[in-house]
């Protein structure tokens, strides 16, 4: 079956611009999850999203990210206003569940952007 | 700090020879998993060790756990070159409200030379 996606492959936009990175998960999933890596550096959780319960928002880096699911499924992650340093790759990953965990996560291809 | 820390940061031997990877953590888990990065880009679950065991086999890989050392290693064996990736370890906290949230390590780079 499918796996998770994300839009676009790659980004790149001027400093000041707003984005929009999108994520499908794999059907079914109820927990997604957002990420960011910087070059040559470990994931950095950004939020998390299970079901209809309330997103943990609390490794979003600013103000200027914030997310959105829609329906359970469709996930949009926007940074307004970009600056330099929010140059990385985004990776969305899906589970089964979150709670309790012990579920894999499935990661999806990422999205790399880069702000100049 | 990132909760996993890794050791080596790099990793580089001949086809054949075993890879070794070590990972530190800080807090109390429900489980360790180890996962594999091609390319800077999505990462893949090798395997998953829950708190409650010391050992598990995958094909050629090995995961050990210690939780009284919060250390977990991976050995892959008789390694190939297209075991070439970044490996990182990835803790899921336990206490409080656990949403399967994961923390990851710094990662690994393991260089198999044909």
């Known amino acids: 079956g499918a796996g998770v996606s994300q839009s676009p492959s790659n980004k790149v936009t001027e400093k000041g611009k707003d984005v929009e990175l999108r994520c499908d998960p794999i059907?079914?999933?109820?927990?997604l999850y957002w990420y960011r890596q910087s070059l040559g550096q470990g994931l950095e959780f950004l939020i998390y999203f299970q079901g209809n319960s309330a997103p943990d928002k609390s490794g979003l880096p600013s103000d200027r990210f914030s997310a959105e699911r829609t329906g359970g499924s469709v996930s949009t992650l926007t940074i307004q206003r970009t600056q330099q340093e929010d140059s990385a790759v985004y990776l969305c990953?899906?589970?089964?569940?979150?709670?309790?965990?012990?579920?894999?996560?499935?990661f999806g291809p990422g999205t790399r952007l880069l702000v100049l | 700090s990132q909760q996993g820390e890794e050791d080596p940061q790099a990793l580089s031997i001949q086809e054949g020879e075993n890879a070794t990877m070590n990972c530190s953590y800080k807090?109390?888990?429900?489980?360790l998993q180890w996962y594999r990065q091609n390319s800077g880009r999505g990462l893949v679950h090798l395997i998953l060790?829950?708190?409650?065991?010391r050992e598990k086999h995958s094909g050629r890989l090995r995961v050990t756990l210690d939780t009284s050392k919060k250390s977990s290693s991976l050995l892959i064996t008789a390694s190939r070159a297209a075991d070439t990736a970044s490996y990182f370890c990835a803790t899921e906290t336990s206490g409080g409200t656990s949403y399967g949230k994961l923390t990851f390590g710094q990662g690994t780079i393991l260089t198999v030379h044909p």
């Open positions: 990953a899906s589970s089964l569940q979150g709670l309790a965990g012990r579920m894999t996560q499935y």
């Open positions: 060790i829950r708190s409650n065991e």
């Open positions: 807090t109390s888990i429900n489980n």
């Open positions: 059907s079914g999933h109820t927990a």
